[in-house]
């Protein structure tokens, strides 16, 4: 049994409903749970915040630190075990239907909002299948990030002597070790199970392309998740790990894309949130640093979109409230000011053909126009470590696998290919 399953269980239908849920409210107050905490996302989120608030409704903040959402989703689930939701929490991709197929989410509250801001017609389909059940919306999709991004800073790589950014794994191992003989970090990176995945992620994607990342990470095959490329996979996985600094253990995402900001690294593997840090130390893409695809991933590009589900709740101010949130959420102001703020690019179809226009530096232009083309080609793919590809637990599974690969140099690439289609399919 799944854990969102085991919670279902452990929760009676009684208790499905906020406490506060039956305090007299004014306009309404609404808790909005998520992860958005280090400067740059707080700077985005408070968009929303302040928007909402200045529709007169009440914000309560329910944010949980922790890159990636992993201690978020812990809170949630003991909150909705103990009858406690919040009116709002940012849940992603197939984890939406989970949440929704044990009726904790509102399948009816979005339905006028969706209708008259006609979401269904500005978004890709891939999108509003994502952030509905069984034909109705739960929830409301906020942006689009790109996963394979890696982020240089180009004084660092002149004072190393590398002129240019990499485009293979070859090239990219040979302007680290140009960094790490000129004294850099050459990779800058947190140690934590959810950033170690994303690297692995970007190596998959380089080393088998597309259609193989689909195959291993989406589809789960396990003839390719055993295979002679996910063997490949590790072993650069092996080789990319050694331009990390050895204190990387527990270090927070944006701690380390500091290091790169600061001068004290060359690199970063990260989703474009890492520009949120870049911009809230008032850097400029393209100037004061590069962001290209992770060398090997140009014709793909890796999503994550994070949405906002809507939970049951009695209180009809709560209500008014969360549904102020959704159509602000998807309103043209909010994408854009949000994403300019976040890294990411806004999830609207009609604003993505009109970066350029609407503001977006080059690094969101060329994210936006790369997600139109691979749209077209099949490069458009799910990003398996932040929870848009397989359910929390395949992604545990894997995530378990990867960090301990990551953290033992005497482990064995054709081996840990093997023990990763095995754990893969005892958490299916
Ligand atoms: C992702 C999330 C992003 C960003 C990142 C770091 O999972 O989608 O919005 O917050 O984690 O925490």
């Known amino acids: 049994m799944n854990s969102i399953a085991r919670l279902a269980a452990a929760i009676s239908v009684a208790s499905l409903f906020p406490l506060s849920a039956f305090a007299a409210d004014a306009k309404g107050t609404v808790e909005v749970v998520h992860w958005w905490t280090s400067g740059g996302e707080k700077a985005a989120v408070d968009v929303l915040k302040a928007q909402v608030e200045k529709d007169g409704f009440t914000w309560k903040d329910g944010a949980v630190a922790g890159g990636g959402g992993a201690t978020a989703m812990t809170v ?11 009116g709002v929490a940012q849940i992603k991709g197939p984890d939406i239907q989970e949440w929704a197929s044990i009726g904790l989410l509102d399948s009816n509250l979005l339905k006028g909002v969706a209708k008259d801001e006609k979401w269904d017609s ?31 800073n180009p004084e660092v790589f002149k004072k190393a002597g590398i002129d240019k950014a990499p ?13 790490k003989a000129a004294g850099f970090i050459a990779l800058a990176h947190g ?27 989406v589809d789960l095959d396990q003839n390719t998740l055993s295979g002679p490329q996910m063997v490949k996979s590790f072993t650069e996985l092996k080789k990319l790990t050694g331009y990390m600094d050895p204190n990387r253990a527990g270090r927070d995402w944006n701690i380390a894309a500091a290091d790169v900001i600061n001068g004290k690294a060359g690199m970063q593997m990260m989703g474009d949130w890492a520009k949120s840090e870049w911009t809230a130390a008032h850097k400029v893409a393209g100037k004061d640093y590069q962001c ?31 549904q102020d949130l959704a159509k602000v959420a998807l309103g043209k102001d909010f994408q854009k000011v949000f994403s300019i703020n976040k890294g990411s690019i806004p999830v609207r179809t009609d604003m993505l053909d009109d970066m350029s226009a609407l503001g977006f530096d080059a690094c969101a232009q060329a994210s936006a126009k790369d997600f139109l083309a691979d749209d077209k080609t099949g490069g458009l793919q799910p990003s398996m470590a932040h929870n848009m590809a397989t359910s929390l637990a395949v992604q545990g599974a894997i995530f378990d696998v990867v960090t301990n ?18 754990a893969v399919k005892a958490a299916q």
């Open 405 to 422: 690969f990551m953290n033992d140099k005497d482990a064995d690439p054709a081996k840990t290919a093997k023990q990763l289609a095995s």
């Open 76 to 86: 949630l689930k003991s909150r909705a075990v103990a009858g406690n939701p919040p």
């Open 191 to 217: 140690g934590q199970p959810w950033q170690d995945s994303t690297v692995f992620e970007d190596v998959v994607l380089s080393v088998m392309g597309a259609e193989g990342y689909k195959k291993a990470l």
């Open 122 to 152: 500005l978004l890709v389909r891939k999108v509003s299948d994502t952030v509905k059940y069984e034909g109705d919306y739960v929830a409301v999709p906020v942006n689009i990030h790109r996963v394979n991004w890696l982020w240089i």
């Open 292 to 322: 290209v695809p992770f060398p090997g991933t140009e014709k793909a590009f890796t999503y994550n979109i994070d949405s906002l589900a809507v939970f049951k709740v009695k209180d009809a101010g709560t209500q008014a409230a969360q």
């Open 167 to 179: 485009t293979t794994l070859d090239e990219f191992y040979a302007a680290g070790d140009k960094l």
